[in-house]
């Protein structure tokens, strides 16, 4: 436990500290970090869902607060929620099926079993789910007297290797556990390997004499591009240089190094090239639930820009960039102000910023947002590792693929009155509408605070 | 109570990994030896006060541990209770990989006695980061801890890596953004080595020495006058050792660097590291206060800014740079203007205005407040129709309603301001007594033992109104504290360094001063030619190359000087001695000889006599006569030898031919006189004579004229010799 505990620390630092780059790796760190945190965790006997449960949801809820904008941790955490549920769910339903022989079956077999549990349990699961309440669910709030009802075995964890199979029970916890680590590590594998996933569908995008156009660096626009370039397409690209920090040199390195035909552009200059530009692509920071982008500085730009022009505005997106969340004023609350020292010269404007002289405030303003919110409307296409997308089906697309049936823990807070009090089985489309809604409602709220004050209220 | 005494918080860790592997460690002193923040630094150490809401130290702290220094050594003296309770209770006593321990110490009045301390300590076993707790700063360390590295390997003497950044000074004022005096340094551009430091320099001069020796052993050289050192500097283990050796170090930029510079017998090298994208300002006065705050809001800081800081509490950043914590109660008309913090829990009344401020935790702010450039720190009370103009309010103020204070009032803890009270520009309200003696030149915070304060404090909190009833008026109906005087002389002063802008009719008036120097020095542009400002002090030699250009520009200056130091003397009355001595010292400073300066002092004589009110020649010689016959001891003391008095005539001579030809027709006269007064002998005299046969006709007009006046002296000399 103090292990895991450096390790969320260190993370959280790092996060803090704004130490990490790019969402992908963030995702990546976040799931890795919460396996560990799943094999530490010392399940009780029953209720182990509720456990893993309480433990993540209690490191995922402090990840988030080192840095809410990066929107790719609570992404990942209310995946590998989801995939506790549904393990725990899928292995309760095998129980209650009266499954028995699979049950106590080898750990070796669980492990083949695992190709399929998801599907067919939660199959099994949406049938009984009206008149199932999984012991999990049922007891999340008392799970103290379940556990000291039955003060033996197991409580050393999961992960013991020597223990022998004595009753039904206990292997059930162990499986859990394995299963969930072993759901989790697939959740780590597909983010790595989404720029694969993104790039195989290059060909179907990109044709031959194209021009694309993108702005700042992404990895997964690279290999997106690159991909097009190996199955043997020709087409140019245009690669906007993305002020302040100027990626876009280091993504025309790239793409040279690579063999692509490249013409590197200012900001300023999108605008007057892209009449001659067949596809814009670009990657994002995050995808918000409604279709909206949030991605670096200076997207929306080329994305007004591109309108005008009906130009097509693709964005790639990795799964785990997906969030739903509603935007609410996105372009400040998901935004964040870096230093200065990326558009000019302390030392040189050192003059201007004296504060002694004059009415002894600054008259020189530097503003440097990172992020730019695109709304849906700009956007004509998204390429996620589980195909493209129209973003008016960018809610529908997180239900179905990513959170493939009831996505809890959207609100994490509330997450333990909602899985008692909302009926488990929730009509999916209804379930994501209202967490819009809850979202936003508590948005509003602190608006409402911001802006008005509790007083007026 | 002793140095020796081992807090209970200092743990002397020798692992043994740090043998194999010496982890960065870095030395902070929590404690500035400086009397700037007072009366604020009475009750709370300097590092705990809160910059835009967060303590100065964990600004500090945060970025050692992000630069990756892995063991703090911090050293505490001042109210040393505080910073250890402090970071005991806060997040820093439990990081992984960061360790801070504090040394504490009660009688430590200067950087350098903390220093010898911890060297004694034997806790740092490598290259070690010393900065104080209230620098402010984003740099990464990698490369500047490479450089001093490589340069150690190369050279052992390289001590020290000085970080620096460029800022330029105000052309007016002559001070930095961050209120401290310009600093003059000059670097050598290729090796990056620190070769002058200077911030006090003497700006009424326009100009400063550097060593001739720098500029022979250096190929180049620049100066730079708009470098702001970041007081944060990489140190090899010597430093420590240095400041043991020479116990009479205190300062660490006066005493040390200039130290070390100025003393060539070891060999100790200084270099700089100057940082351009990022971030670095130590906080030394109320002045910088004001300016790293904005800095901060500006983010200039990132990520060390507020928002980011505050883990716990939610502070959002709005457009225009506004900080707003999640649970600001703020009245639907009160305007928030840009960069603006507001803490948490603080209430905002209706038609409050506020801009470019900090509010803290837990204020309450009624209506109609104007609140401008101002910090205000937590649980602060401010009532109806006050006003706040850049001024600092500490913790637990009250002002009751329609206070006024105007720009650059202090008010420190628990303070309370009477009703419509106006406390008046610049005034420092506390309530404890100011300190009546006072430490002249080494000025220490508060440096004595915290209990003390910690009594005090309780006696004020007992029974406030009885113990300061009769000086409750000081601050209006109700109101409680002392208005510290301002000491003669620092009330010109304090405008420099408080938190208020400049105001106008300072700045016109130094513009003024500013065009009248500039003026001045134009007019002495033709004097001060080339080498005008960079002048090599060199050894007593000077009289070596009179002959050049150079040193003849020299001499014009010195002969100005010298004629107005010998008027001053006229007019004033000044002692024949003290004359003597004021012409000494120029004559040093100027590096002259004793010859340039008979010549110079007689010169002014008669330059005076001719200038004085004058009808005819022999008035004219009348006026000489008394004038020489008043200053002969002045002059006299600068002919020690014949080839003096011999320029004495020329010097003459050539006034006779060009400035005063006034005097040509009295020439042998005045030659008469002089040789009355025993001020040219006649060997002089002949020897002069003797040496003009030779030279032109034209050269010999008044050798001519002077005739009678030599056959003369010849002959007497031969009765003399008769005799």
Redesign the interface.
Known sequence: MPDTQ?LV??FI?KL????IEGSQATAKQTAELLRSVISQTRVPYTNQAAALIQSVKAVGERLI??N?VELAVGNVVRRVLHIIREEDLSLTTAAMAGLNLSAVSDDEDDADRDNQPVLSAAAIAAASRSTLRPPSLQTLLEDVPDSAAIPHTSSSGGDSEGKSKSADKSSRSRKLKHDVIEAVNELIQDISTCHEQIAEQAVEHIHQNEVILTLGSSRTVLEFLCAAKEKKRSFRVFVSEGAPRYQGHLLAKELVMRGLQTTLITDSAVFAMISRVNMVIVGAHAVMANGGVIAPVGLNMVALAAQKHAVPFVVLAGSHKLCPLYPHHPE??LNE??????LL????F??C??????????LL????PTFDYVQPKLVSLFITDTGGHNPSYIGEMYRLFVVSACGEGMNFKSEIMRTNCIAEGNFVKSSIRMRGINFFGKLED?KS??F?????M | MGAQKKSATARVSEDQEELARNPLQAILLADSFATTFRPITLERPKVLLPLVNIPMIDYTLAWL??AGVEEVFVFCCAHSKQVIDYLESSRWSS???FSVTTIESHNSISAGDALRLIYERNVIHGDFVLISGDTVS?MSLTQVLQEHKERRKKDANAIMTMVV????P?P??Q?S?L?TDELFMAINPVTKQLLCYEDKAEHSKGFISLDKTLIADNPSIILHN?K?DCYIDVCSQEVLSLFTDNFDYQHLRRHFVKGLLVDDIMGYKIFTHEI????AARIDNF?SY??IS??II??????FVPD?LC?SS?I??????TY?A???????S?HIG??TFIGQGT??GNDTKI??SVVGEGCTIGSNVTIE?SYIWNNVTIEDGCQLR?AIVCDGVIMKSGAVLQ?GVILSFKVVVGQQFVVPAYSKVSLLQQPTQQDSDEELEYADNTSGTGELRYKLNGDIAADLSETAYELGTGGVGYIWSVFEGAQDEEWKHSV???PKDK?VKLMLDKDEDEEQLTQDGNVLSASGELKADSDDNGSEDDDNADSRDDYGFFEKEVEATFLRAVHENVKVDHAVLEVNALRLSYNMASVDCAGAIFYSMMKLAVESPHHSASELHRNAADIITKWVKLLKSFLHDIDEEIEVILKFEEMCLESAKEFAALFPQVLHLLYDKEILQEDAILRWADEKEGADESDKVFLKSSEKFVQWLKEAEEEDEDD
């Open positions: 450096a620390n260190d630092s803090k500290k704004r130490k607060a080192a809410p400040v609350l102000l870096r230093s200065p020292s990326e010269d302390f030392g040189e050192s003059d910023l004296d504060f002694g002289s004059g009415i002894g405030a600054p303003h530097v503003v440097n602190r605070q911001f008005c004050g509790c007083g007026e | 541990e992000s990081q992984p990989n984003n950044k460029k800022s330029k105000s007016i004022t001070q953004r209120g708009d702001q351009h994208s990022s971030y002045r004001d300016t904005k800095d500006q983010r200039w800081t990132y990520p980011i883990g939610a959002k950043v709005e457009r225009q740079g707003r999640s649970d600001v109660t703020l009245s639907r009160a840009s960069f209430k905002i801009s470019h450039g850049h720009p208020a802008p400049i700045l």
